[in-house]
């Protein structure tokens, strides 16, 4: 009698009118769905049933009891469902591709610390500096700077990017600090080259824009080498991303130049294919993702430009 699934056979019957075809509709024996009603009516001490014609109709005791018993069962679907898609979602594989530099730094501990939370949940990490190489299908997941629409991708939105001029106290100490574009003609410069992005050949603040020139340059298609090369003082780095340079800057060992002048910023994206962007563990680090990136770039962009003011307008 409290077995709701024996109540729920029983209100298919007389949806039905017909065990025989609510039997078929289970797959069950008629036979054994015949004994089941039985003992309902057996156990509740009523008649539930009653044959009018060919056809099965609900008594008045039926009637009665089946708006209590129905939200009751709806309720055990329910909390059966979220227990099966919960166990689902933080359980799988995720392929997920990025660019190998924001990757090191940024993506693995993040990786590490979702884990930490649904250890269910492996990952397949694939670094290139080429997006298009992870966007063939490769990979469930994959950050880029875009939007790309893609017909076969579902883009979210993350956040701007910050893009920051810097040099080393040495190299300034030794050749100046340049106070506007046109300056960088006579310092030397470290140009990032690498297919993640496009490369601006422009400055830009407060809704001007201007060129830009060098009197020397080094080329690096890595952004984590034309770090490296800025902080030995090899030149001026102009479009150093902020997540890669927010502790140098805080430091001392990277010092942020021409007081708000700056390349245009991008926008990050996260995305996932249609397919698996079906898989709730996919959306589930999606959501989990976008939230932590915008809460670590939105903190360290405040405790730079506290030093700094002007990054505050990029």
């Given at each position: 009698?409290?077995?709701?699934?024996?109540?729920?056979?029983l209100f298919l019957v007389l949806d039905e009118g017909s065990i025989a075809r609510a039997?078929?509709?289970?797959?069950?024996?008629?036979?054994?769905?015949?004994?089941?009603?039985?003992?309902?009516?057996?156990?509740?001490?009523?008649?539930?049933?009653?044959?009018?014609?060919?056809?099965?109709?609900?008594?008045?005791?039926?009637?009665?009891?089946?708006?209590?018993?129905?939200?009751?069962?709806?309720?055990?679907?329910?909390?059966?469902?979220?227990?099966?898609?919960?166990?689902?979602?933080?359980?799988?594989?995720?392929?997920?591709?990025?660019?190998?530099?924001?990757?090191?730094?940024?993506?693995?501990?993040?990786?590490?610390?979702?884990?930490?939370?649904?250890?269910?949940?492996?990952?397949?990490?694939?670094?290139?500096?080429?997006?298009?190489?992870?966007?063939?299908?490769?990979?469930?997941?994959?950050?880029?700077?875009?939007?790309?629409?893609?017909?076969?991708?579902?883009?979210?939105?993350?956040?701007?990017?910050?893009?920051?001029?810097?040099?080393?106290?040495?190299?300034?100490?030794?050749?100046?600090?340049?106070?506007?574009?046109?300056?960088?003609?006579?310092?030397?410069?470290?140009?990032?080259?690498?297919?993640?992005?496009?490369?601006?050949?422009?400055?830009?603040?407060?809704?001007?824009?201007?060129?830009?020139?060098?009197?020397?340059?080094?080329?690096?298609?890595?952004?984590?080498?034309?770090?490296?090369?800025?902080?030995?003082?090899?030149?001026?780095?102009?479009?150093?991303?902020?997540?890669?340079?927010?502790?140098?800057?805080?430091?001392?060992?990277?010092?942020?130049?021409?007081?708000?002048?700056?390349?245009?910023?991008?926008?990050?994206?996260?995305?996932?294919?249609?397919?698996?962007?079906?898989?709730?563990?996919?959306?589930?680090?999606?959501?989990?993702?976008?939230?932590?990136?915008?809460?670590?770039?939105?903190?360290?962009?405040?405790r730079v430009q506290e030093r700094y003011p002007f990054i505050a307008d990029y």
């Open positions: 009698m409290l077995h709701l699934g024996n109540w729920e056979l039997a078929d509709e289970r797959g069950l024996e008629r036979t054994r769905l015949s004994r089941l009603i039985a003992a309902l009516e057996k156990e509740t001490g009523v008649e539930l049933v009653e044959r009018i014609g060919r056809r099965l109709m609900p008594t008045q005791a039926a009637l009665e009891i089946r708006p209590k018993v129905e939200p009751l069962i709806a309720s055990l679907h329910k909390s059966l469902e979220d227990l099966r898609r919960g166990r689902s979602m933080e359980s799988g594989s995720i392929r997920f591709g990025a660019m190998p530099g924001f990757l090191q730094t940024q993506v693995v501990p993040l990786l590490a610390e979702f884990q930490q939370a649904y250890p269910g949940v492996s990952f397949d990490v694939i670094g290139d500096d080429d997006p298009s190489a992870f966007m063939r299908g490769q990979t469930d997941l994959m950050l880029y700077y875009g939007p790309v629409n893609q017909p076969r991708l579902v883009e979210h939105w993350v956040t701007h990017s910050t893009f920051v001029p810097c040099a080393s106290p040495l190299y300034l100490k030794e050749h100046g600090t340049p106070l506007a574009p046109d300056d960088l003609s006579r310092h030397a410069g470290i140009l990032y080259t690498g297919k993640v992005r496009p490369h601006s050949q422009v400055l830009e603040f407060a809704g001007q824009q201007k060129s830009f020139g060098w009197k020397s340059q080094i080329s690096f298609n890595n952004i984590l080498l034309a770090k490296t090369a800025c902080l030995e003082g090899c030149g001026i780095l102009l479009d150093l991303p902020l997540h890669h340079c927010f502790r140098e800057i805080l430091e001392g060992r990277l010092i942020p130049l021409l007081g708000g002048w700056h390349i245009p910023n991008l926008d990050n994206y996260i995305a996932a294919t249609k397919e698996s962007g079906r898989l709730a563990r996919v959306q589930l680090f999606i959501d989990w993702y976008i939230r932590r990136r915008r809460e670590i770039e939105g903190e360290q962009k405040r």
